[in-house]
């Protein structure tokens, strides 16, 4: 089975940086996609950011320029530096990892950001 598990989340300031990290529990496995989603209260879950086991990168609008996804594929962990945070980043993040075309994620991790 497949387990995802994020860390890094926390409390910051507007303006702080944070990083998220994710670990996929099975080694020697080959991931395809792994990412970033995060959900607001009261709003739906909605993509951060994206990457590719090649290295390409999706983000969405509202992370471009401020966060930067990366990701390992000999250890299956992905990363996700955020800076220049604002309050309306707060959120709980989770992380993404697909596997043989199914999704697989995270439990999640919170992050807030105080004005």
């Known amino acids: 089975q497949v387990q995802v598990a994020e860390s890094g989340g926390g409390f910051v300031q507007a303006g702080g940086s944070l990083r998220l990290s994710c670990e996929v529990s099975?080694?020697?496995?080959?991931?395809?996609?792994m990412g970033w989603y995060r959900q607001a209260p009261g709003k739906q879950r909605e993509l951060v950011a994206r990457?590719?086991?090649?290295?390409?990168?999706n983000y969405a609008d509202g992370a471009k320029g401020r966060f930067t996804i990366s990701r390992d594929n000999a250890k299956n962990t992905v990363a996700l530096q955020m800076n220049s945070l604002k309050p309306e980043d707060t959120a709980v993040y989770y992380c993404?990892?697909?596997?043989?075309?199914?999704?697989?994620w995270g439990q999640g991790t919170q992050v807030t950001v105080s004005s």
């Open positions: 099975r080694t020697f496995i080959s991931i395809d996609d």
């Open positions: 993404i990892a697909w596997y043989r075309g199914s999704p697989y």
């Open positions: 990457i590719s086991s090649g290295g390409d990168t």
